[in-house]
């Protein structure tokens, strides 16, 4: 049996230099190592004395194919043409790309970032095991695509227009966003305004139910301003000065994307409205920009990372159940008080060093 040299640091041992080493064909190697083939038993043992002598690893990617699979899942962001979406535009995409792919390649598959303005054209090409569609707008083609093709599909969010049994993982938006009321009014908002994209994904929909109750329940008054052309800073500006410059304008903001809350917070800044003393912001998703900005921004954190390995867990147990026992899976979400929201009270009794 051949000896590893003390010290030696060697280049990743390939199936073939196994096979050299044991004296058999490439084949049987991939045999004896996937317990697959009519091979004597000594073989199989061998063989396998081998591969680990040598430092062998078989590829993630070569146990795929082993498997009848081409080991390539894809991921894409849902869209409808008016409010186009990119992965790159928002932190939280990123982050539940960047946790997909890391749990993806441990499961022995590879992820492919499908981009949103060619996804029809790849998604029909590609040798697609599965397919993760980031929060699924109604009416978006592209899950009837897939399942078309016969490609099991994850969605983080639900199909606003989905069947029961469609496999999602998604956050409890409902009790976050009555948490996040709560904090507001702790924190003394009488009046409070939701910053909202269009209610086309399940997140929007399920924060503007519970704001409506939330803000009801407490005895607040409730405004709802819709963003309906940048979903970004540009767009939480315009709306949020909309806002500011009405009649009877809001003591607190809530948006339900981050980008929107650091528009409202600059269009604070350009009316001179001291944030939080005058007006409390709080966003839904953190991102370095949230805890960057002046005053930083409370958020209302949804665990990205979180979403995006359970995402490619319940995506390959579809793979091999074909109808999980527990298609949903519930991330949990929490507060994030920051200095957008939280009054600093002076006291008389703090102690000085």
């Not at 396998?48 to 081409?70: C, F, M």
């Not at 095991?129 to 399942?147: Q, T, W």
């Not at 939330?214 to 800073?233: F, M, N, R």
């Amino acid at each position: 049996m051949a000896a590893r040299v003390p010290g030696h640091v060697s280049r990743a041992v390939n199936i073939g230099a196994v096979a050299a080493a044991a004296g058999v064909s490439i084949t049987t190697v991939s045999h004896a190592l996937n317990g697959k083939g009519r091979l004597p038993e000594e073989t199989r043992r061998r063989v396998r004395e081998v591969a680990e002598d040598l430092g062998y690893t078989p590829s993630r990617l070569a146990r795929a194919l082993a498997g009848g699979r081409a080991g390539m899942l894809a991921v894409t962001v849902s869209m409808v043409a008016e409010l186009a979406l990119r992965i790159g535009d928002f932190d939280y995409f990123m982050q539940v790309m960047n946790a997909a792919t890391s749990e993806a390649f441990e499961r022995g598959f590879s992820l492919t970032l499908v981009p949103a303005d060619s996804r029809r054209e790849l998604l029909e090409r590609l040798p697609l095991d599965g397919a993760i569609v980031m929060d699924p707008v109604r009416g978006d083609e592209i899950v009837e695509l897939l399942s078309e093709r016969g490609i099991p599909v994850v969605t983080t969010g639900r199909r606003p227009d989905g069947p029961e049994g469609a496999c999602w993982v998604d956050n409890d938006h409902l009790a976050g966003t009555r948490a996040m009321i709560a904090h507001l009014a702790a924190e003394g908002a009488t009046r409070v305004a939701l910053l909202t994209a269009p209610p086309l994904q399940s997140y929007t929909l399920d924060a503007l139910a519970a704001f409506e109750d939330g803000c009801a329940e407490l005895g607040i008054e409730a405004i709802v301003e819709t963003v309906t052309d940048s979903l970004s800073e540009t767009g939480g500006y315009a709306a949020a000065s909309r806002l500011l410059a009405s009649s009877r304008p809001p003591d607190a903001i809530y948006a339900t994307l981050d980008r929107l809350a650091l528009g409202a917070l600059l269009a604070a800044e350009a009316r001179g409205i001291r944030v939080p003393d005058a007006l409390r912001i709080a966003g839904c998703t953190d991102s370095d920009a949230a805890r960057s900005s002046r005053p930083s921004l409370t958020a209302l954190s949804v665990h990205p990372e979180w979403i995006g390995a359970e995402a490619v867990d319940l995506l390959t147990t579809l793979l091999d159940e074909a109808a999980p026992a527990v298609p949903h899976r519930v991330v949990p979400f929490s507060i994030i008080p920051r200095g957008s929201t939280q009054v600093l009270v002076a006291s008389d009794n703090l102690s000085h060093a």
